[in-house]
Each structure stands twice: as structure tokens, then as C-alpha cells.
């Protein structure tokens, strides 16, 4: 694959995880403006720590990514792509919850990036 065609399928990627969490995160944070709410909240009915439902969430992501790959007779329940996309954000938020569970451990992340962000 010439790096031109892997480029177009990186940044469609991108757009769709991003297309994704917009449409699923109001539903999964029940509104809340504390964008990990779901993992604080699940953890909490439970008794069970965030980042530890955050693992299961994204264990079963993988699992399904692994299915459809080693499996051919198993019809997706959407497509490939979506799953793929999804990944990411279950790594974005799974790299937040980290920072937001221990901030002092994550300080260089925050200093590093504050520039992108203008909050």
C-alpha cells in the first residue's frame, strides 16, 4: 500500500471515530457533561473502579474487532470500519480516564498538549 492510499484511510478513520463519538456520547453520558460519566457511573452501581469498566468495555471492542477477522462465518453486526473507528475513541477515552483518575502522573501530558485546546 503506497503511503498516499494509507494517508486517505487514516484520516477517513479519524473523521468517522470522531463522527462516532459525537453521535453515541450524549446516549452513554446520559447528557452529563463529564464525558467519561458512563465508566464513573457503571464503576459506581457496581462497585467496581472506572478504569476497570473502561477495560472490559474495551476488551469486548477488541474481541468483536477479533471475531469478524478470524471468523468468516460470522455476519457483523456492523462494519469492519465502524469497529476500527470505535477503537479509537475507546483509546482516547481510556488514555482520559487515566489522566482524570491521577493527574499528577499525567501533568506532562497536560502541559504538553494544552496548547491544542482552548479551554
Do not use: C
Not at 43 to 56: F, H
Request: zero cysteines; charged letters at 30%.
Amino acid at each position: 500500500m503506497k503511503k498516499r492510499e494509507y494517508n486517505k484511510i487514516r484520516l477517513e478513520l479519524l473523521y468517522l471515530s470522531k463522527k462516532i463519538m459525537e453521535e453515541k456520547q450524549p446516549e452513554y453520558t446520559n447528557n452529563n457533561k463529564d464525558v467519561l460519566y458512563n465508566f464513573k457511573s457503571i464503576g459506581g452501581r457496581i462497585n467496581v473502579e472506572p478504569l476497570k469498566v473502561w477495560a472490559i468495555f474495551f476488551d469486548k471492542h477488541v474481541q468483536s474487532i477479533l471475531s469478524n477477522i478470524t471468523n468468516d462465518d460470522i455476519i457483523p453486526a456492523e462494519p469492519i470500519e465502524t469497529r476500527f473507528a470505535d477503537a479509537i475513541n475507546y483509546l482516547v477515552l481510556g488514555l482520559a480516564l487515566m489522566v482524570d483518575v491521577n493527574k499528577e502522573n499525567h501533568k506532562k501530558i497536560l502541559i504538553e498538549y494544552k496548547n491544542f485546546y482552548n479551554e
